[in-house]
């Protein structure tokens, strides 16, 4: 497993922009895909945004409408999503995941998570 460490999030204006970061340990980590989800308060953690391994290969959520960009840096164990033209539902906890699993919108295919970073957008 890696070790992973969220950082980049706050408190920003409806239409603003945030570049989260994910930190992870390890020597293992170019062999991980990774993931972005998100809780809001009284919901369910959601998908995001997910990388393959080698980074050729990405997917997101409907939701993002081509507003989020997950992109990786293998050789500085670094994991990154670009958040633009942010709205307030986008208001919530995020978490970087690590996993080797294919059913890659599912949380549960993902054995490592940090411990999150909050995003508030404002109206």
């Known amino acids: 497993q890696v070790q992973l460490v969220e950082s980049g999030g706050g408190l920003v204006q409806a239409g603003g922009s945030l570049r989260l970061s994910c930190a992870a340990s390890?020597?293992?980590?170019?062999?991980?895909?990774m993931a972005w989800f998100r809780q809001a308060p009284g919901k369910e953690r959601e998908f995001v945004a997910h990388i393959s391994w080698r980074g050729f290969g990405t997917y997101y959520a409907d939701f993002t409408t081509g507003r989020f960009t997950i992109s990786r840096a293998n050789g500085k164990n670094m994991v990154y999503l670009q958040m633009n033209s942010l709205k307030p539902e986008d208001t919530a906890v995020y978490y970087c995941a690590a996993g080797r699993g294919t059913n890659y919108r599912e949380a549960a295919d993902y054995g490592s998570w940090g411990q999150g970073t909050q995003v508030t957008v404002s109206s």
């Open positions: 390890g020597r293992t980590f170019g062999s991980y895909a």
